[in-house]
C-alpha cells in the first residue's frame, strides 16, 4: 500500500483476473512481460511527478532495468520510445516494457504527467542502468507510427479502513545518473521483496484506492 495524490492505493501483483477481497478496483495492468529466473525478487513501486520543464531532462535519461516495468498515470500524457517502437498511454491508462530493454520516456503536451512505474527485478541487481541507445530517425520519438493500448479501465470505488505504512525516498539511481528540473519529484513508495518463482507472462499489476 502507497500513498499519492492525496489518495491511498494497494498494488498488487498476482495471475491475471484475480482479485483482492475489501477492496475497490481500479485497473488491471498486463500481462507483464517474463522475467528470468532469480532466487528472489523485489516489487519496486515508485512515483514520478514531472512537469513540463522536465521534457528535455526526461527524454535524455535513456535507461534499462533488470525486470519489466509497468506504469499506471494518475495525470497527463508520456509516450515510451523501446527498440520495439513507441507507446503511448494518458492519464487512467497503463502500459508496460520488458526487461533489459532501452528505454526514452517522452512526457507529451503543457500538463505535468504524474504516475506510478513499478519495476519487478531480480533482488541481487539493481533497479535501474544508464543506456547509450537513442530512437532512430524513423521512430520519430514518439511523435509519429504511435500505437495506443488498448484501455484497461474499470469503475473504482472506495476502499475499507486500511492500516498504511509507506517508505518514501528519493529516487537516488535516477537523480545521480541525470540532472532533472526542479519541478521533477521522484520518489520510492514501496520496496517489497518476495522469494517466489516470477517468470511467466501472465501476471498484472491489479490497482486499487481509497
Request: charged share 20%.
Amino acid at each position: 500500500m502507497v500513498e499519492a495524490g492525496g489518495k491511498i492505493w494497494l498494488l498488487t501483483l498476482s495471475r491475471e483476473g484475480q482479485r483482492s477481497p475489501g477492496g475497490q478496483f481500479v485497473t488491471e495492468v498486463g500481462s507483464i512481460p517474463p522475467t528470468s529466473l532469480a532466487a528472489s525478487y523485489v516489487l519496486d513501486v515508485a512515483e514520478a511527478d514531472l512537469g513540463p520543464a522536465n521534457k528535455e531532462a526526461s527524454a535524455r535519461a535513456v535507461h534499462t532495468h533488470p525486470g519489466p516495468e509497468v506504469f499506471y498515470l494518475l495525470t497527463g500524457e508520456q509516450c515510451l520510445e523501446t527498440p520495439n517502437g513507441p507507446t503511448k498511454a494518458r492519464a487512467g491508462e497503463g502500459m508496460t516494457a520488458p526487461a533489459n530493454t532501452p528505454m526514452q520516456l517522452n512526457i507529451i503536451g503543457q500538463s505535468k504527467r504524474d504516475a506510478f512505474f513499478v519495476v519487478i527485478h531480480d533482488a541481487a541487481k539493481p533497479r535501474v542502468n544508464v543506456s547509450d541507445w537513442q530512437p532512430v530517425a524513423y521512430a520519430g520519438c514518439c511523435l509519429v507510427r504511435v500505437r495506443w493500448p488498448r484501455p484497461s479501465i474499470r469503475q473504482s470505488v472506495v476502499l475499507g479502513n486500511l492500516q498504511v505504512q509507506t517508505k518514501k525516498m528519493v529516487g537516488a539511481e535516477m537523480l545521480r545518473s541525470f540532472h532533472w528540473a526542479r519541478s521533477a519529484r521522484v520518489v520510492t513508495l514501496e520496496q517489497r521483496s518476495f522469494p517466489t518463482q516470477y517468470r511467466t507472462g501472465q501476471h498484472g499489476i491489479r490497482i486499487y484506492r481509497r
